[in-house]
């Protein structure tokens, strides 16, 4: 279902913002590396989706329809991925990095120009390959890292993928949604009985993550890392007819730990993080409301949630998705804990994800968030200027920025360009899982 999306208010600054990233990436040659970017280990960096070239194809891809030279400069950057690719003994298959991310990329260029068939023609066997193998993992190791079933590594982005590419019906689908239905049976981890989404490990290993999650893992409800993803994944195959035995009820049963976590303050309904194992036995309170975010946070949970209830035609679903996102209407921007532009777990993402919300009961409220949260992107670029940008993930120069799509430049013009020019259809936000 298409969202009405409003008329936005800073369309002109908005457009104009988009012009000035795309001049800074439109050559290549003018991006440093980040300082680790080019060693083997780290050459994913330069090729991902989320960070390398093919990322940054999906930004000419997009434009090529308005601006025709913007698909050369597409096909640019796809080569040096290509390129990159070939050096690596062992690329990831997951959905943001080498294989099924530049396949990903390869495809949305197909589809504004044509072209690249023999390449997607590999690249898709490649995908199928990693999916049978992750399968393998999950269907005979009972618990493991969240990276097994995420959108951003695992089973949930790769399965958007074969979506994406027509696989739908392909064999490795439904091996993949029948691995994501049965990993909401139990197993026992330190002595108790969780399901096997229960992450062995914690959601990050910074110094501040709280000892229990790094002694006992956690269960991870997020829609970049946690069960948020395998839901929308479940929900966009039913709704495209690829279904098999069971994945009803793993719809249902996902909903209900969402339900089951979810937690209310003086705003409205939000959901935490992560669940702990004290937490999940009903020994300890929840860990209350972190980051406004697509990654981790209501966001990207209420969009999961609301592709669940179009899927199954559960309106107490969609109720309580127009709820999350009416209590973070409400939230005070400042209470967000954004403290950057981007799609990954700033501003970026949030101003796209509202869209889904602009039809309905919280329409005016989300329509007049978006121009708010636009609004706030833009005046921070007009008070800052624009950054230099480098190819990679970290290890950054003083004062640089990424130049990719899930931290950086690129992913910050795709969502501020469709916020300026909603009716643009090239699909580049599935990789996102919310469509």
């Known amino acids: 279902m298409t969202p009405t999306v409003p008329v936005p208010r800073h369309r002109d600054r908005a457009l104009a913002l988009v012009a000035t990233l795309a001049d800074r990436l439109r050559d290549p040659a003018r991006l440093p590396h980040a300082t680790t970017g080019t060693e083997p280990a780290d050459r994913w960096k330069t090729t991902s989706l989320a960070s390398g070239y093919a990322g940054i194809s999906l930004l000419f891809s997009s434009r090529s329809d308005a601006e025709p030279d913007d698909r050369r400069t597409a096909h640019r950057y796809l080569g040096l991925a290509a390129d990159s690719l070939k ?28 072209g690249y068939a023999k390449a997607l023609a590999s690249l898709d066997a490649r995908a199928a390959e990693g999916a ?93 890392h946690g069960i948020a993803g395998p839901l929308a994944l479940l929900s966009l195959a039913h709704r495209q007819g690829a279904v098999t035995d069971g994945q009803e009820e793993a719809i249902r049963r996902l909903v209900g730990l969402l339900d089951r976590f979810r937690q209310t303050d003086e705003y409205g309904v939000f959901w935490p ?32 949630l609301q592709l669940a209830g179009q899927a199954l035609g559960r309106e107490d679903w969609l109720r309580l998705a127009d709820d999350s996102i009416g209590a973070v209407a409400a939230l005070p921007l400042d209470a967000w804990r954004a403290d950057h532009w981007s799609l990954c777990h700033g501003w970026a993402g949030v101003l796209h994800l509202l869209r889904f919300f602009t039809d309905g009961p919280v329409g005016a409220r989300a329509g007049a968030l978006i121009d708010t949260v636009a609004e706030r992107i833009l005046d921070g670029f007009d008070t800052a200027g624009c950054p230099p940008l480098e190819i990679g993930h970290d290890g950054l120069r003083p004062g640089n920025e990424p130049a990719g799509f ?8 795709l969502a501020l360009d469709s916020y300026a020019r909603p009716g643009r259809t090239l699909p580049w936000d599935t990789v996102l899982m919310v469509n």
């Open 132 to 224: 049978r193998g992750l399968c393998h993992v999950v269907e005979t190791v009972p618990l493991g890292p969240m990276a097994r079933f995420d959108v951003l590594d695992g089973l949930a982005g790769l399965g958007r993928y074969l979506l994406l590419r027509g696989l739908g019906g392909s064999a490795e689908m439904e091996r993949i949604l029948t691995a994501l239905a049965a990993m909401l049976g139990t197993t026992e981890h330190v002595g108790r009985q969780v399901p096997r989404y229960w992450s062995t490990t914690p959601p990050n290993w910074y110094p501040t993550t709280d000892r229990a999650l790094r002694e006992s893992g956690h269960l991870n409800l997020g829609l970049a």
């Open 273 to 304: 993080h992560t669940v702990s194992l004290d937490t999940f036995e009903g020994n300890a309170p929840g860990a209350g409301r972190g980051r406004v975010a697509w990654c981790y946070g209501t966001p990207g949970i209420s969009r999961a």
């Open 406 to 413: 899930l931290e950086g430049a690129a992913g910050l013009a």
């Open 87 to 114: 050096s690596q003994p062992r690329p990831h298959y997951g959905l943001f990095y080498e294989i099924a991310g530049l396949g990903f990329a390869l495809d949305l260029a197909h589809r504004a120009g044509g």
